[in-house]
């Protein structure tokens, strides 16, 4: 009897291996007629900040790294490669055992960075390295956004509670999870999004819909029994209606609830002017003695709207905070690259107008001041040690893991700490002047130097 | 020996029943304690336009009606909701046998509308109804926010080729999937994503990444090496190094190639000033007696920098469109709402300030002018006959398809269709004035005025 296969590592949606660019395909088919297979090393970066941004958070690699440790063509994709005609046979042949067998050097997630500076390095077969261009992008580029765009979020709302609500608006069921899990280790406590909490154990919160409230009689009702349903753990959803006339129905409420032991959480406001009407709210809860009831917000909230909110002073306890943030309304992509930077030993450089790269593997230095804060990086090459920490350690050599996975929480830990060490003045949600300082080394320009006037 | 269990149809990644948020869940415990279980009508729309924008094009439906077909509650899943500890047994006995049983009404995918107008409506019982709401609105958001972009860039296109290359920025790997085929709905001709091409027989498209020009020696190696590994069909990226130095290089290397029995298809560019380098390679090229291959662009393309490049005459024969479009990145997402209109045959209505909604059942109905354009739309009640065709229709009834599944060609070309029926001014990449009318019927007016004096 054949043994039963192995279970491929943590199979994600999305990971079959045709979830490529075409071309990729089409340059590893010239590869193999050419039998060029020498070692490559691919970095990925992000060319600028978007504006205003003062910083990225690194998130995805997870999802990267088990990407790479379940790559491979199954035959069903061969079968449908053949169909195509577009694929010589003994090509075709060759890919089956394709399995990912190279390096990979990554920032830690959770880890703060700046442009230029390569979040990850893949050194492999030409092949290997070329042909997981596409959904590498695609899983560090998506999950970095979201962290970033999650960690001003953070910084924003100060120790107010985090709660991603993105789920119906995210660009499709991955982008749901994955803002789910990025937001999470950028600094938000929780989601909404049930698969997230069940994949990755990520805190799950959830209140009502105001479909609830209508298909009650009245308010009051539907409070109750919601109340009643949910023993104690009920947040209130209290603008269907009149924000104002709901509370103090809250209000009545209580007493009714408490002589049966049930307490009532919270309440949620969704739209209006949500300060003032935290205010009133508080004022009204206060007044009839629920002091110890919470007033959560939501609706079309980002870091700006969090920063006035506090700014106000209003009484708010937490936030859903959804749409904006996973989809990263004011920056929706970031200017991504994954570039061939070294074959065959040999140093590359990309000079297309306004998209040069520095060539060679390379390494960013940061160096911390007396209070531990960023002090500034350097980005040299590989082999060129300088002051500071290095940030792109050892994750996979030869296909295999070279550290202990981290858990989301540690990297969740290490966001933390990054951001306590951000220099005030990138903890602003406005572009910091001068931007956060990083040094190329002059080993690095002569290089660049040296490749364009070989070519 | 057991009967094999039926595969369920089409399933796609994402589509398990925990890909909800938490109060879709906390909403059925509440409504089973109740023993609440009438026939509620939801109705999703989009509350406005993006700024700029004259029409919406709505896709997604074929995703949304597999998802209804396939929902159910694993054992897996049940065994970890009950872990949660959030929820009572007799309640999580009860999701066992849950099935979509309801009805589906809804515009066919490819559909031109306008902002307050049902797209879907779900009448189902209400368990049924409430706990799809998070992803169908994941669905037909994204898709519709997808088609609506690339609509927008094949008006600015005219007869050139569209093609997507979004993956490696795409908000994750369903939106990679998804934004290929609403785009090729909305009129592009293909994708550069294999998987989307797999699964639904869009063409495929792909030419070259930088990274193969540069691990040759040179760049007129990588260029025929390439070529005759494509064996006629290749596109050359011509700006590595130097586009017109390149597009010469392509000159020369053409007689040799064409000794073999190879033809070049195309050069692309990527990168500067595209209509002046396009007019350049052009004269190149012709120069070279190359009048017949073609110059592809790409390159943050959107459907304004389309219509400025055509403006320019630029002699450019098809674009790669990626980032911008698929993630909508002038308007990275709707106002997309997903709202209970009746509940036990009693029309509801949300009155929260700024998002107040039409209530009931509703119906959609498009007049056309002599031309057969759209000359105006009428919102009424479902059971309101008006003038002109009803747009939303039948799909499913109690659970089960009410009429044939469109193929994604048929939709595709029923958007072509649409698209020729907009009135002029809508064609506009700017906001008409005034917008596209859509009457509220005086049957509809009472009924939200008599609800209100109700509560």
């Not at 003994?90 to 055992?97: N, V, Y």
């Not at 209140?207 to 009051?220: G, I, P």
């Not at 220099?423 to 080394?441: H, K, M």
Request: net charge neutral; hydrophobic share 40%.
């Amino acid at each position: 009897m054949p043994e039963p296969r192995p279970r491929p590592p943590k199979a994600s949606p999305g990971n079959g291996v045709l979830l490529t660019d075409l071309y990729e395909l089409t340059m590893l088919q010239a590869y193999f007629d050419e039998g060029l297979d020498g070692t490559a090393a691919f970095e990925l970066f992000m060319r600028t900040l978007p504006p205003g941004r003062n910083f990225l958070l690194a998130a995805g690699l997870e999802q990267v790294l088990d990407y790479l440790a379940q790559l491979r063509f199954t035959a069903s994709e061969l079968a449908w490669l053949r169909r195509t005609k577009r694929f010589t046979p003994a090509f075709l042949e060759s890919l089956a055992g394709l399995r990912f067998t190279g390096d990979v050097d990554a920032m830690p997630e959770g880890t703060a960075f700046f442009p230029d500076e390569p979040i990850l390095r893949i050194t492999a077969p030409l092949r290997e390295a070329q042909l997981v261009e596409s959904r590498v992008m695609n899983l560090l580029h998506y999950e970095t956004l979201v962290a970033s765009k999650a960690a001003r979020c953070a910084l924003a709302a100060g120790d107010r509670l985090l709660v991603d609500f993105g789920l119906r608006r995210a660009h499709g069921a991955e982008a749901a999870l994955l803002s789910a899990r990025a937001s999470h280790l950028a600094g938000f406590t929780g989601t909404a999004t049930v698969e997230a909490g069940r994949r990755w154990g990520i805190p799950i919160f959830g209140t009502m819909a105001h479909s609830y409230v209508q298909v009650h009689a009245d308010e009051s009702q539907a409070f109750e029994r919601f109340a009643m349903a949910q023993r104690g753990n009920a947040t209130l959803l209290i603008d269907t209606y009149d924000t104002e006339r709901a509370a103090h129905r809250v209000v009545a409420l209580a007493p009714r609830l408490a002589a049966q032991g049930i307490a009532i959480r919270g309440v949620r406001l969704d739209s209006g002017d949500l300060a003032e009407h935290a205010r009133r709210v508080r004022a009204i809860l206060d007044a009839g003695g629920l002091t110890g009831v919470t007033i959560f917000a939501s609706g079309n909230l980002d870091e700006f709207r969090l920063a006035e909110l506090r700014a106000s002073g209003a009484p708010i306890d937490g936030y859903g905070v959804g749409t904006r943030m996973n989809t990263s309304a004011d920056a929706p992509y970031f200017d991504c690259a994954y570039k061939l930077q070294e074959y065959d030993g040999e140093p590359r450089r990309k000079r297309s107008e306004g998209k040069a790269t520095w060539p060679g593997r390379k390494q960013v230095w940061r160096a911390y001041d007396a209070d531990g804060r960023f002090a500034g990086d350097t980005l040299s090459l590989a082999d060129e040690p300088q002051a500071g920490e290095p940030l792109l350690v050892p994750f996979v050599r030869s296909g295999a893991a070279a550290r202990a996975r981290t858990t989301l929480a540690e990297s969740r830990d290490l966001a933390r700490r990054q951001m306590a060490r951000l220099p005030e003045p990138l903890r602003s949600l406005q572009a910091a002047t001068p931007p956060y300082p990083v040094v190329v080394t002059e080993g690095l320009r002569k290089l660049a130097a040296r490749i364009d006037a070989r070519t």
